[in-house]
Nanobody, 122 residues
Framework: QVQLVESGGGLVQAGGSLRLSCVAS????????MVWFRQASGKEREHVAG???????NYADSVKGRSTVSRDNAKNTVYLQMNSLKPEDTAVYYC????????????????WGQGTQVTVSS
C-alpha cells in the first residue's frame, strides 16, 4: 500500500522560507517521478516542481530560481525547499508519484499525499 505523507507547511511572512517533506512508503522514490503540485483556493491544481526517477529536476516558471527539489533515497523522502516566498505561493501543496515517466499534468499521477497548507502573509 502506497502512502505519501507531506509535512513542513505553515504560516510564513513574505520573503521567508519553508521546506516541505514528502515521506513515501510502499514505493521507492528513486524509481518514481516524485512531483509537487499546489492548489490555491478556487484554482486548479498546478505543477510546482519535481524530480524524475533519474534525478532530473523540473520547475514551474513561477518558482524557478526560488525553489529546490531534492531526494534522499536512504530516507525515501523528497523535499521542496522554497525561498523568497510570495503571497501568491499560498496554497495546499501535494506530493504525487508516478512510475518512471514525469508529467506536469496532475491527472497523470497515481498516488497522492493528503497535502500541507502553505500560507504566505504580506
Amino acid at each position: 500500500q502506497v502512502q505519501l505523507v507531506e509535512s513542513g507547511g505553515g504560516l510564513v511572512q513574505a520573503g521567508g522560507s519553508l521546506r516541505l517533506s514528502c515521506v513515501a512508503s510502499g514505493l521507492t522514490v528513486s524509481q518514481y517521478a516524485m512531483v509537487w503540485f499546489r492548489q490555491a483556493s478556487g484554482k486548479e491544481r498546478e505543477h510546482v516542481a519535481g524530480i524524475s526517477w533519474s534525478g532530473i529536476t523540473n520547475y514551474a516558471d513561477s518558482v524557478k530560481g526560488r525553489s529546490t527539489v531534492s531526494r534522499d533515497n536512504a530516507k525515501n523522502t523528497v523535499y521542496l525547499q522554497m525561498n523568497s516566498l510570495k503571497p501568491e505561493d499560498t496554497a495546499v501543496y501535494y506530493c504525487a508519484a508516478r512510475a518512471y515517466i514525469y508529467y506536469t499534468n496532475p491527472k497523470m499521477y497515481d498516488y497522492w499525499g493528503q497535502g500541507t497548507q502553505v500560507t504566505v502573509s504580506s
